[in-house]
């Protein structure tokens, strides 16, 4: 493919996302109607489980993950009510955008199919890694570090959204990754912000991969940063060979550069069970 391609495609993407007039993706509609009931000082639980149950799939995936066993749940949850009511509405909240997150992620093109794949499959293993990390060493909300880790990457689907008018682009996978590796943690904070997420969350496809950051406390970066890694174990990703002793954030998170998160017994089951529930 002709550097003059890429380049040409990089300018337009760099210009645009200066300019504010690169395309972002919005969250699905049920999630922006479930976040303003939940922040909505005046909705009861019942209003909160009226808006879900719109969505009959995505009720059924939240009863199922109230009796999780990540939720450590006593008695069997049997209705939606009872659902939202064992899991508080925050919780709520950040389940419901996890869940529908996979939508994003649907390809318009036969070329960008593969890509957008691989993408969700890598960010369900980094959510799920995350959210066992946060419940395991930090004080952190394990479900704000799933949907942290969910949304790491995001910043990949504007940019193969408009590597679609560019076929030569799509068919030269490392280019294509060059691209993607300069720009996506630029545009992910962009969409961040413009979907009104947390201050603590928007900064995380920025900061996720700045491996020597070391802020004073232990954050979702930090724990989306050793997910991430921890992800790549195993794998012919060049990721794969970074030397975790010399990345704060494991030091950070009281967990020993040695250990492998995925394959100890205490965190493995979890990590299996987050991504369950992830995959619906």
């Known amino acids: ?41 005046n909705a009861s639980i019942s209003d909160i489980s009226r808006v879900i149950a719109t969505d009959a799939a995505l009720s059924a995936r939240l009863i199922q993950v109230a009796n999780s066993p990540l939720m450590r749940a006593t008695q069997e949850i049997e209705s939606l009510d ?30 960008t199919d593969k890509k957008l794949r691989q993408v ?26 799933l949907l942290a880790g ?12 408009k590597a679609e008018d560019y076929p030569e682009l799509l068919e030269d996978e490392k280019t294509l990754d060059r691209i993607i590796d300069k720009l996506h943690g630029k545009i992910g904070y962009a969409i961040l912000k413009a979907w009104n997420f947390p201050a603590e969350l928007v900064r995380v496809p920025l900061d996720h991969e700045n491996l020597q950051r070391n802020s004073e406390q232990v954050d979702y970066a930090d ?12 794998t012919e990703d060049p990721m794969a060979d970074t030397d975790w002793s010399t990345v ?10 040695e250990v492998n998160v995925i394959e100890m017994e205490e965190t493995a089951e979890d990590i299996k069970e987050a991504q369950r529930l992830l995959a619906g």
């Not at 954030?249 to 550069?257: D, I, M, R, T, V």
């Open 120 to 145: 969700w499959e890598h960010s369900t293993l980094v959510a799920a890694i995350s959210h066992t990390l946060a419940a395991q060493f930090t004080k952190l909300s394990p479900q704000q570090a």
């Open 223 to 234: 724990v989306v940063t050793v997910a991430n890694l921890q992800s790549y174990t195993g």
């Open 150 to 161: 969910l949304v790491h990457d995001i910043g990949v689907l504007p940019i193969l959204t």
């Open 248 to 257: 704060p954030a494991f030091e950070k998170l009281g967990l020993s550069p």
């Open 82 to 111: 009872m659902a939202v009511n064992r899991l508080g509405l925050k919780l709520v909240r950040d389940m419901v955008i996890s869940m529908v997150m996979e939508q994003m992620f649907q390809a318009t093109s036969e070329l």
């Open 1 to 41: 493919m002709s550097m003059d391609i890429a380049k040409a495609f990089l300018q337009e993407l760099m210009q645009e996302l200066e300019n504010k007039t690169l395309v972002l993706p919005t969250l699905p509609e049920v999630a922006l109607r479930v976040r303003d009931a939940v922040d909505d000082e």
